[in-house]
């Protein structure tokens, strides 16, 4: 596959930077990793024909435009990795750059160039960028994007894949693999594959596939030990395991897998050779994703409004019916953790404890911060704490300042939140803001008659920590420095 790579580096450096410095300088000093990524470790686009699927991507153009009095120490790096450097220094006072007009003017021109570019890939959070995704899109061209951040539902839908960050840092970057709560132990080589016992397959696992597919597979692989590391790796998920994760791991342990597969041109036809039965393929997400229909929810298309997930008993909710409609209502719009007010609170509170206790570090931090819900009781995702994390960071908030207790954490996460809703012209009434403060702060009534006064405190109210909240705390309003739609 012919792919143009489009990088705003101030936009997603200045974004990486917020969630954390050390992986914003991996971004900027060692561009050769995640283009390695991109080229071997990461799917390609939904929609392609039979012959594209069996290919690989292909960086023919690579462009990077940065500010150079800013920016100008990682001008080398990306030289090194064969960039063309586009210059783009502040136009105004207030720091604004071409950039942006820069790039749309580039993927136009190659839009009418001699080669075919099949794929365009677009590093930039910049909601301006819809309009020319959707027009790359007319012209019959894929499109994946990185957006650090919460990109605008509109930028997300007009891209054919979109790469969550979380992955690109973990799997483009080499940050926290070890602490994935799906990863589990790195595929072992294929030397030691070869001696193991094969009584580790299931024996529900279905035969492998007769005809040259199954022939070609095993000639070069251990083709039971490979289906039952596969197996296992779902087993430990608890949500569907993205392919580029899989695809990944197991380049890592078996050197030589990719670029033939097996004989079979493309991850996706190694794994749908493969006896995974009853495990299911889902390709309609970014990537695909791998999973057990018994125990996951299958994974939403990106084109799809998204579903809502299995929730917690009405109980956990509180007697006020409009909580969980506003829940639910942000949880379709941006994305948001569909977590009761008793787990979100619970969320806010550990983090709280363990940034107390020792330094905050993304990565780190959340695992820690799942396990110590999880040991308490709440049924609390690794990818809820990080979209917490990854919002209060892109927010401005700063761990460890000693601004870390609840009434802080719940009040900027609700600011932000209201931002969002306004970006996606969500249409709140004027009680929303509280209630969104109630929800993430846990103080919610229980399942009794409902109180005549909904904008008062509610009498039976979940208590408070140690560190009380101001009697008089005020509703939060969306601040300017917390859209995340674009960077500076």
Known sequence: MKSALFVDFDNVYSGLRKLDPAVAERFGRHPLEWIGWLTDGLGLPEGLDAAEARTRRRLLVRRVYLNPQVYQRFRPSFNHAGFEIVDCPSMTSEGKTSTDIHMVLDMVELLQHPVHYDEFIVFSADADFTPVLRKLRRWDRRTTVLAVGFPSAAYRASADLLIEPDRFIREGLGFGAEVDEAAGPAPTPASTLASAPTATVPEAAEPAPSGPTAANLATELPLQQMTAWLRAEVERADQPVPCARLASRLMAGHPGLAPEWGGQGSFRRFLEALPLAPLRLDWSASGGHLYDPARHVPPRPLSAPQTVRPHPAASAWGSDPSLFALARQMHDAIGMPLLSPRDFR???????????????????????????????????????????????????????????????????????????????????????????????????????????????????????????????????????????????
């Open 346 to 488: 619970a969320l806010l509170e550990m983090i709280a404890v363990d940034v107390a206790a020792q330094p905050f570090q993304l990565n780190e931090t959340g695992k820690r911060v799942r396990d110590r819900c999880r040991e308490a009781g709440h049924e609390v995702s690794r990818e809820a704490v990080n979209w917490v994390l990854r919002g209060l960071l892109l927010c401005g908030h700063e761990f460890g300042q000693g601004h870390d207790d609840l009434p802080t954490l719940s009040y900027r996460l609700v600011g932000n939140l209201l931002n969002l809703c306004r970006r996606e012209q969500l249409v709140m009434d004027e009680g929303a803001p509280a209630l969104l403060q109630r929800w993430v702060s846990g103080k919610i009534a229980p399942n009794a008659a409902p109180n005549p006064a909904p904008e008062a405190e509610p009498q039976a109210a979940v208590p408070m920590p140690a560190q009380a909240e101001p009697a008089q705390e005020p509703v939060p309003q969306p601040a300017a420095a917390a859209d995340q739609s674009t960077q500076p």
